[in-house]
């Protein structure tokens, strides 16, 4: 894996003890990290917490990172475990929350009330796992592979929930494609 | 529709079996983060404060005094073996002396004894005495 060279100074600085330089990496890996997280605790709120105690698990054991592999794969894992951590403190999860989430009021007002309505719904309806592995796939694009090493299950295991996952979800939403 | 399935971007790997791409969109846009693109700057410094906080913690009053831990347990273990050694020889010492107040303690009357044995054997019953003393 090619890594860039910004990426590789910045972790070697951060590895040295420099808080500027991790920042960088903050900087550069927080989105995908939020999305990761997203997918698998589905709350922002919970989504935050998970990405913040993150990059805190990735500062204290820094020194263990060695530069020459992805910075990004490696937080996204610890990330991943953090919010792994956070669905099983909270383990039922209602589809009342999640309808909160995805309406939030900072969503786009334009966005079609009803669509968002059953999208949240369908999600609702699809097993955890399930759910973080075809937004995890889907809509972020990482590898089967790689969503098993975040969520702790075999490739194959994660390319089969996808592929079950995508048909539930084709089921539920089977009216509005059409 | 079918040709819902085939809609390659965001660089995302799509395959004839994935998402479509409004719906795709509509799920990134259901998860993205509230406040748009001000809100990393705000996520940044909130992991960074953590992060300044943890490094606080890690480094605080008590830390100046890790550098000092192995030669203290070192010094620890010395004055230990030390201690330890002068106690043993306090104890060799005050056994000595025990020992030696109590041989000389005995002594005036062993001597004592003899010269009652030799007064009483110059007494009456010397000869019963010098009997005894000779089976």
Known sequence: MRIPDEERALAEAARKGDQAAFAGLVRLHQRRAYLVARAIVTVHEDAEDAVQEGFVRAWQAIE?????????????????????????????RSTEELNDALQSPFR????????????????AQLPERA??????????????VEIGEMLGIPGGTARSDLHHARQKLRTLLQDLRG | ??????????????????????LSALIRDAYAPPGGEAYWPGLEQRIMARVASESQVETGWWSVLAPWGRPAL????????????????????????AYESAFQ???????STSEEIMSLERGTDGATLSYFLSH
């Open chain 2, 74 to 97: 070192i010094a620890a273990a010395a004055i230990f073996a030390i201690a330890g050694v002068i106690n043993q020889q306090l104890v060799d010492t005050d056994n000595q002396l």
């Open chain 1, 108 to 123: 786009d007002p334009a966005q079609d009330a009803e669509l968002k309505s059953r999208l949240s719904d369908a999600l």
């Open chain 1, 131 to 144: 759910r973080s592995v075809i937004v995890l796939h889907d809509i972020e694009g990482f590898t089967h």
């Open chain 2, 1 to 22: 529709m079918a040709d819902e399935l085939k809609f390659p971007t965001n660089g995302v790997r799509r395959d004839a079996d994935s998402l479509g791409e409004s």
């Open chain 1, 64 to 92: 263990r990172f060695d530069p020459s592999q992805g910075f990004g794969a490696w937080v996204n894992r610890i990330v991943a475990n953090a919010a792994l951590d956070i669905t099983r403190r909270r383990k039922v």
């Open chain 2, 105 to 111: 303690s005995s002594t005036p009357d062993v001597v």
